[in-house]
């Protein structure tokens, strides 16, 4: 996808702050056990599509308004994830603004995890999908 230079340059800048994980790297460390909080920050629509097993719902506009009530833990290991990589990073971005300690964007967002042929979770389906 094209981003217009101004986002782009949003987007470049709060990456310089954000620590982020591959696909392959996500999944290497829960499987090593490792627990996170997963965020996705798409919106509505993109989430009744589907999304990441296990994931919670907080669309990009309203994540900062709701993050402190629904995780008042701000040492909590989160990871956010959009289509791609970017509205996430500008969430993550603003999360450790407000003080959150440990925040992670995953890198390549949703359209990545499908095109690695992971398991996603369809509202109103039985089973996770894939």
Known sequence: MQHSPGFQALV?????????????????????????????????????????????HMSRGIIERDIERAIPDRDAPIVLYCGGGYRSALAADNLQKLGYTHVINLAGGWREWIASGLPIVVPGATQAAR
């Open 12 to 56: 470049d800048d709060a990456k310089r702050r954000v620590p982020e994980f591959t696909i392959p790297e996500f999944c290497a460390r829960l499987e090593a056990g490792e627990r996170y909080i997963l965020i996705d920050t798409r919106e509505d629509r993109e989430w009744d599509q589907g999304h990441l097993p296990g994931a919670h």
